[in-house]
């Protein structure tokens, strides 16, 4: 009976690495599974026929005959329990670094040498370690890439390093054509470039100290707010209590708000501190390839991949999180007890109070600067329509809803609440709210404005026309002359000529500019102010047949 410690290989098919199944053996003395070298001679284009081991070739097909013997040994070991060799166990595999020396099959190395420029398995390496010459050889980890240390023009090993042209060279290069540039050892140039690497990681590892104490501020941060939030809205609770059915209403507005601003400013505090855990994150992957490059044996393979990884990418933020002291919810509380004492008969100014009060509330640091390109600008860019319920009958609306004409003639609108009866304006159907900007195209003499939803609409009075209330800012324009309105209060100016202005709003901060855009963007006119509402893009062209106004799709 066969022994347990036979060599499992022997029996094991060599194109299936598993126990032989109905065995072959073929001229040469090598065996294989019958049906693996039928289908491997069965894709042979040439009537040639070869061993998948030796490559003995056999003209015609051999005739295929099951080897008996074989077939009943390998039954004999299976009953006791003897199974195929893993097909790992010694033999190299697709990602494996198979040996330079063996013939055939060949197995996995196990070390390979920087000066033989050839991988080893364990068999093979043994010289190395017996032969005096032998044993002064550079062994590293086995690797496919030994033969990149091959300089392409000589021939030769490349152990010196160019610092002109930045690249591996051998000594004949030295002499050839980099002859007279700044040449060291792959050696030196790799303990240059190692002190470069420490210091690198240095300066990964303190950033990454400097995120972990910004993420840690900004945990406290989400902790104040919510706990700010839910004193306040206790107090609030309690003081819209007293004034009983009154302002009861205007308790429940309130808590709504509070809660609202306290989901958007928690919401812009983690969002802050996911960006920053996930700069951890990537600083932590970058200094540990950093790290796995520092114990690169191989010098040319250190300076190979050292210029990719080296490079740092800029910081999604700055180097510290700095909040200044804040209130927090608190001066809602405040104008809540205000208004209590107010009662009734100022509950609306009160209420205006409160809500301007809570929309003040700025947690995190300070907001981005305002744009200075237009290609800043076009980050904001806002897809504005036109809403025809708001259109005055004189004015036809394009089929895209974005262009106004004057016309000479009353279009057949149905009668709306919305629409301006007297004043040729129309507004967007988008309401405008954080950052935005669009772009108008003019021709002739037109308003360009903005306005909150509640302006009046029906009759000629200048509370329904742009500009000439406190709920709408307007920016008349005529050619080169241009005047803005607002309150009812005009202010004349002139700038350069140009066919499209520009709108930028910034409805936190207050922020709405007007600008001349031509090749460059030119600041027209700039308002400072507290909005209370959302706002709505108007234009209004002048009682002339034929001038338009039309909102350019921004790209």
Same mark, same amino acid.
């Given at each position: 009976?066969?022994? !347990? ?34 289908? +491997? ?48 166990? +010694? ?9 330079? =020396? ?43 890439? /030994? ?14 390093? +160019? ?9 004949? +290069?030295? /002499? ?22 420490? =210091? ?45 059915? /009154? ?24 969002? $802050?501190?996911?960006?920053?855990? !996930? ?33 740092? @990418? ?24 205000? $208004? ?25 640091? @300070? ?36 262009? =106004? ?8 609108? @149905? ?76 202010? $004349? ?9 520009? =709108? ?52």
């Amino acid at each position: 009976m066969a022994s !347990q410690g036979m060599d499992q290989t022997r029996i094991c098919c060599s194109i299936c690495l598993d126990l032989l199944k109905d065995p072959v053996t073929i001229s040469c003395g090598h065996s294989y599974c019958m049906n693996c070298i039928k289908g +491997c001679w069965d894709v042979e284009e040439k009537r040639i026929y070869s061993c998948p081991q030796c490559r003995q070739t056999f003209t015609p097909r051999p005739v295929l005959v099951k080897n008996t013997m074989l077939a009943d040994l390998v039954e004999e070991l299976k009953k006791t329990g003897l199974q195929a060799a893993p097909a790992d166990h +010694c033999y190299a595999g697709p990602e494996d670094v198979a040996c330079d =020396v063996c013939t055939g099959r060949k197995m996995k190395a196990v070390k390979s040498c920087l000066v033989c420029l050839a991988s080893f398995c364990e068999e093979h390496l043994q010289p190395h370690y017996d032969s005096p010459p032998l044993k002064k050889h550079k062994l590293v980890e086995p690797s496919k890439k /030994v033969q990149e240390n091959i300089c392409s023009r000589h021939d030769e090993v490349m152990k010196m390093f +160019c610092r002109t042209d930045q690249q591996s060279i051998c000594y004949l +290069c030295s /002499v050839d054509e980099h002859k007279g540039h700044d040449t060291v050892s792959a050696a030196a140039e790799r303990t240059e470039r190692q002190r470069e690497l420490e =210091v690198s990681r240095l300066n990964i590892q303190q950033r990454i100290q400097d995120r972990e104490k910004d993420v840690k501020l900004l945990q406290q941060e989400v902790e104040a707010i919510n706990q700010s939030a839910d004193k306040t809205v206790e107090h609030s609770e309690k003081i819209f209590t007293e004034l009983i059915r /009154v302002i009861q209403k205007r308790s429940s507005d309130v808590k709504q708000q509070i809660r609202s601003q306290q989901e958007a400013e928690v919401s812009r505090v983690k969002e $802050l501190q996911e960006k920053l855990e !996930q700069e951890i994150t990537e600083l932590k992957r970058k200094d540990a390839e950093l790290k796995q490059l520092s114990h690169t044996e191989d010098h040319i393979q250190f300076l190979h991949n050292y210029p990719s990884l080296s490079a740092l @990418s800029e910081s999604t933020h700055s180097s510290s999180i700095n909040i200044s002291p804040l209130r927090h919810f608190e001066d809602v509380t405040a104008a809540v007890s205000e $208004l209590r004492e107010k009662l009734q008969d100022i509950l609306r100014e009160g209420w205006r109070n409160i809500s301007l009060t809570v929309t003040e509330v700025d947690v995190l640091l @300070s907001d981005p600067p305002e744009p200075k390109t237009r290609a800043e600008f076009l980050k904001y860019s806002q897809e504005i329509t036109l809403d025809p319920n708001t259109a005055n009958r004189w004015l036809l609306l394009s089929e895209g809803r974005r262009k =106004v004409t004057a016309m000479n003639q009353h279009q057949s609108y @149905s009668d709306h609440p919305d629409r301006f009866t007297y004043w040729w304006q129309v507004l967007s159907r988008e309401s405008l709210t954080g950052r935005c900007y669009w772009e108008v195209e003019l021709r002739g003499r037109v308003c360009v404005a903005v306005a909150y939803k509640n302006i009046s609409r029906a009759g000629n009075g200048i509370q329904c026309w742009f500009g000439g209330n406190d709920k709408s800012w307007a920016l008349h324009c005529d050619n080169k002359k241009f005047t803005f309105w607002y309150n009812n209060i005009r202010t $004349l100016f002139s700038g350069p000529g140009s066919s499209r202005v520009g =709108v930028y709003l910034d409805h936190r901060a207050g922020i709405l500019s007007f600008y001349s855009v031509s090749e460059t963007m030119t600041l027209l006119h700039r308002v400072q102010t507290t909005f209370t509402q959302p706002l709505y893009a108007g234009v209004l062209p002048y009682h002339y047949f034929g001038k338009s106004a039309e909102f350019i799709k921004l790209k």
